[in-house]
C-alpha cells in the first residue's frame, strides 16, 4: 500500500510541481493544435516521456497530461464521448513516470465556453461534465486534483463542487490566472485575488493558487504576496508562474526567462510565505531542475 499523503508531505517544506506540458510535446514533434489528451491513449510513452523529464528534473508531483479533458474542450477534436478513458489513461501514466515515490496531481482545465447567463453552458451539465472528468483520473490512480487557468468565478465554482463530490476525499487545489492591470490583480473575467481565495476556501479547496496569466516574475512575486495575505494562513499557497511575460514573434508566444532567473524568482516567491511552487507555459525541466536544485536541501 502507498505512504503517500499529499497533504502531510506539503506541511514538510519545499514542494516542487513541473513545468509545461504542450511544449514539451511539440518539441517531441507532436504538430501544434492536436489533441494533447488523446495522446495518453494513443502516444503513451511520448507523455510518459515528457513526464519522466520533470520526475528527473526533481518534481515531487507531476500533472496529468489532461488539461483539455473535459467533453467540451475535447468535443472541439471530436472526441467529446472519450472524457473518461482519456483522464484515466492520463492518471495511468502519469502513475508510471510517478512510481510509489512521488505524487500525481490529476489535471483538470476549463471548459473554454463560458457558463449561463454569459454563454450557453448549463451549471449542472458543466458540474456532471468535470465529475465526470474527475472519476477518470480517480480510476486511474491520482493522489489529489488540481484544477487550474480558470478565469471565471462560476466555472471555478463547478469544478471544485465537481472535485469534491467525485474526487472520493482526494486533496483538491486550485488556481485562477491573473494579469496586472490598472485596478490590480484581476483574471481577464475581472475576479480579484480576495474573491478568489474565499470562494475557494468556502467551497473546501485544501490548497489555493495561481498559475499562467501575463505577468513579469516581479509582479509573480507580488501576486504570491497577495496570495498569502489574503490566505491568512487557512490554507496553504501554491504557485505555477510562467516563464515571464511571453513576447509575441511570428504570432508564437516565446518566453525568454532562463532557469537561472525563474528559480531566482521562485526564491522570492517562496521568501514570500509560498512553499509549493512549479511552472506554467514557457517552464521547461530545465526551470524545474533550477528551481528544485536552489529551493530543496
Ligand atoms: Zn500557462
Same mark, same amino acid.
Given at each position: 500500500?502507498?505512504?503517500?499523503?499529499?497533504?502531510?508531505?506539503?506541511?514538510?517544506?519545499?514542494?516542487?510541481?513541473?513545468?509545461?506540458?504542450?511544449?514539451?510535446?511539440?518539441?517531441?514533434?507532436?504538430e501544434p493544435g492536436r489533441c494533447n489528451d488523446w495522446l495518453n491513449v494513443e502516444l503513451p510513452n511520448m507523455v510518459l516521456d515528457?513526464?519522466?523529464?520533470?520526475?528527473?528534473?526533481?518534481?515531487?508531483?507531476?500533472?496529468?497530461?489532461?488539461?483539455?479533458?473535459?467533453?467540451?474542450?475535447?468535443?472541439?477534436?471530436?472526441?467529446?464521448?472519450?472524457?473518461?478513458?482519456?483522464?484515466?489513461?492520463?492518471?495511468?501514466?502519469?502513475?508510471?513516470? !510517478? /512510481?510509489?515515490?512521488?505524487?500525481?496531481?490529476? %489535471? &483538470?482545465?476549463?471548459?473554454?465556453?463560458?457558463?449561463?447567463? #454569459? +454563454?450557453?453552458?448549463?451549471?449542472?451539465?458543466?458540474?456532471?461534465?468535470?465529475?465526470?472528468?474527475?472519476?477518470?483520473?480517480?480510476?486511474?490512480?491520482?493522489?489529489?486534483l488540481i484544477i487550474e487557468t480558470m478565469t471565471a468565478i462560476e466555472e471555478l465554482e463547478v469544478a471544485i463542487e465537481a472535485a469534491k463530490s467525485a474526487g472520493g476525499g482526494l486533496p483538491v487545489l486550485a488556481s485562477m490566472s491573473f494579469d496586472?492591470?490598472? !485596478? /490590480?490583480?484581476?483574471?481577464?473575467?475581472?475576479? %480579484? &485575488?480576495?474573491?478568489?481565495?474565499?470562494?475557494?476556501?468556502? #467551497? +473546501?479547496?485544501?490548497?489555493?493558487?495561481?498559475?499562467?496569466?501575463?505577468?513579469?516574475?516581479?509582479?509573480?512575486?507580488?501576486?504570491?504576496?497577495?496570495?498569502?495575505?489574503?490566505?491568512?494562513?487557512?490554507?496553504?499557497?501554491?504557485?505555477?508562474?510562467?516563464?515571464?511575460?511571453?513576447?509575441?514573434?511570428?504570432?508564437?508566444?516565446?518566453?525568454?526567462?532562463?532557469?537561472?532567473?525563474?528559480?531566482?524568482?521562485?526564491?522570492?516567491?517562496?521568501?514570500?510565505?509560498?512553499?509549493?511552487?512549479?511552472?506554467?507555459?514557457?517552464?521547461?525541466?530545465?526551470?524545474?531542475?533550477?528551481?528544485?536544485?536552489?529551493?530543496?536541501?
Amino acid at each position: 500500500m502507498t505512504e503517500r499523503n499529499l497533504k502531510a508531505r506539503i506541511q514538510k517544506g519545499v514542494f516542487v510541481l513541473d513545468g509545461a506540458m504542450g511544449t514539451q510535446l511539440i518539441a517531441r514533434g507532436v504538430e501544434p493544435g492536436r489533441c494533447n489528451d488523446w495522446l495518453n491513449v494513443e502516444l503513451p510513452n511520448m507523455v510518459l516521456d515528457v513526464h519522466k523529464a520533470y520526475v528527473d528534473a526533481g518534481s515531487d508531483a507531476i500533472i496529468t497530461n489532461t488539461f483539455g479533458a473535459n467533453r467540451y474542450a475535447l468535443g472541439r477534436h471530436a472526441c467529446g464521448d472519450k472524457a473518461f478513458e482519456i483522464n484515466k489513461a492520463g492518471a495511468q501514466v502519469a502513475r508510471k513516470a !510517478a /512510481g510509489q515515490g512521488r505524487y500525481v496531481l490529476g %489535471d &483538470v482545465g476549463p471548459t473554454g465556453d463560458f457558463l449561463e447567463p #454569459l +454563454g450557453m453552458l448549463k451549471r449542472d451539465q458543466v458540474r456532471e461534465a468535470f465529475a465526470e472528468q474527475v472519476k477518470g483520473l480517480r480510476e486511474g490512480g491520482v493522489d489529489g486534483l488540481i484544477i487550474e487557468t480558470m478565469t471565471a468565478i462560476e466555472e471555478l465554482e463547478v469544478a471544485i463542487e465537481a472535485a469534491k463530490s467525485a474526487g472520493g476525499g482526494l486533496p483538491v487545489l486550485a488556481s485562477m490566472s491573473f494579469d496586472k492591470g490598472g !485596478a /490590480g490583480f484581476r483574471t481577464m473575467m475581472g475576479v %480579484d &485575488v480576495a474573491t478568489a481565495i474565499s470562494r475557494m476556501i468556502a #467551497l +473546501g479547496v485544501d490548497i489555493v493558487g495561481f498559475n499562467c496569466g501575463t505577468c513579469t516574475l516581479d509582479e509573480y512575486v507580488e501576486l504570491a504576496k497577495a496570495y498569502v495575505a489574503a490566505a491568512q494562513g487557512k490554507v496553504p499557497v501554491f504557485a505555477e508562474p510562467n516563464a515571464g511575460k511571453p513576447e509575441l514573434l511570428d504570432g508564437q508566444a516565446v518566453y525568454k526567462v532562463t532557469p537561472e532567473e525563474f528559480a531566482a524568482a521562485c526564491g522570492k516567491i517562496r521568501d514570500a510565505g509560498v512553499h509549493i511552487l512549479g511552472g506554467c507555459c514557457g517552464s521547461t525541466p530545465g526551470h524545474i531542475r533550477a528551481v528544485s536544485r536552489s529551493l530543496k536541501p
